[in-house]
C-alpha cells in the first residue's frame, strides 16, 4: 500500500522553518476586525450622542408645546364640562389633532378640569361662574 497524502500540510500550515509572509509597511501593528459589529458600533454611538444632543436642545421647545396644550385642554375641558354640562369623555372629542398624548381629570368639588401631558407639564383651569373658566396661574 502507498500513501497517497501530499508531502505538504492540507490545512495551510506552515513548517516552522518556513518564512512567514510579508506584510506591508502600513499594515504593521494592526489587527483584524472579528465582526462587522465593530465597524458599525462606533457609528451607533455616534448617532446616539448626536440622538441626545438634539434632545436636550429641543427639550424647552417641549415643554413649552406641552404647556401650552396643557392648559389649551384644561380650558376647553372646563367649558365642556360645566359651562355645556357635556361629560370629560365627551369633552376630549373636542381636542385639536395632535393633542392625543393629554388627559383630562375632574375634580367636581372645585369645579377644577386639569390637562396634563405625561412626565412634561400639567395646567388646570377653574369654573368662576359668570366668568367662565379661568386658567389656574403656573406654579
Not at 18 to 39: M, T
Not at 56 to 81: I, M, N
Not at 105 to 123: F, Y
Request: glycine share 12%.
Amino acid at each position: 500500500m502507498t500513501n497517497t497524502n501530499p508531502p505538504d500540510t492540507a490545512t495551510g500550515e506552515q513548517r516552522p522553518g518556513a518564512p512567514r509572509p510579508e506584510v506591508p509597511p502600513h499594515l504593521h501593528g494592526r489587527k483584524r476586525r472579528g465582526g462587522k459589529s465593530g465597524g458599525c458600533l462606533p457609528w451607533i454611538i455616534g448617532f446616539g450622542v448626536l440622538l441626545a444632543i438634539f434632545l436636550v436642545w429641543k427639550f424647552p421647545s417641549f415643554k413649552a408645546q406641552a404647556e401650552l396644550g396643557s392648559a389649551y385642554a384644561a380650558r376647553v375641558g372646563c367649558s365642556c364640562r360645566y359651562v355645556q354640562g357635556r361629560s370629560l369623555d365627551s369633552c376630549q372629542s373636542d381636542f385639536e389633532p395632535g393633542m392625543e398624548l393629554v388627559s383630562l381629570s375632574d375634580d367636581p368639588a372645585t369645579k377644577t378640569v386639569t390637562g396634563s401631558v405625561p412626565l412634561l407639564a400639567s395646567r388646570s383651569a377653574r369654573y368662576a361662574g359668570a366668568s367662565g373658566c379661568l386658567i389656574n396661574p403656573a406654579n
